[in-house]
Nanobody
């Protein structure tokens, strides 16, 4: 009923930049908070940043000042601008969104993940 499709991952050198996008589609009635999580090899998935429908954002301490989350409500899309990337930013980045559909109550949905690799 709902799909989250991420794009924009890849391989970049330390100090470089990447921009991730995640578009939600399907029988969407409304979207509340959208966010990005990441999972490094051998580690638990962790919150990177999230943003409310009104545009209020919060970030993990490790990315403050380097990453910026934004969203386009008309396109049901959330973005993550990542600058000054470090090797420790390497991992699979997952999009997450709390979505109410036309046939179901609000619940979280996840994208399939996109790999970000930062070389030193």
């Amino acid at each position: 009923q709902v799909q989250l499709v991420e794009s924009g991952g890849g391989l970049v050198q330390a100090g470089g930049s990447l921009r991730l996008s995640c578009a939600a589609s399907g029988l969407i009635f409304s979207i509340n908070t959208m966010g990005w999580y990441r999972q490094a090899p051998g580690k638990q998935r962790e919150l990177v940043a999230r943003i409310t429908s009104g545009g209020s954002a919060n970030y993990a301490d490790s990315v403050k000042g380097r990453f910026t989350i934004s969203r386009d409500n008309a396109k049901n899309t959330v973005y993550l601008e990542m600058n000054s990337l470090k090797p420790e930013d390497t991992g699979v980045y997952y999009c997450n969104a709390d979505i109410r559909t036309l046939v179901a109550a609000i619940r979280p949905y996840w994208g399939q993940g996109t790999q970000v690799t930062v070389s030193s």
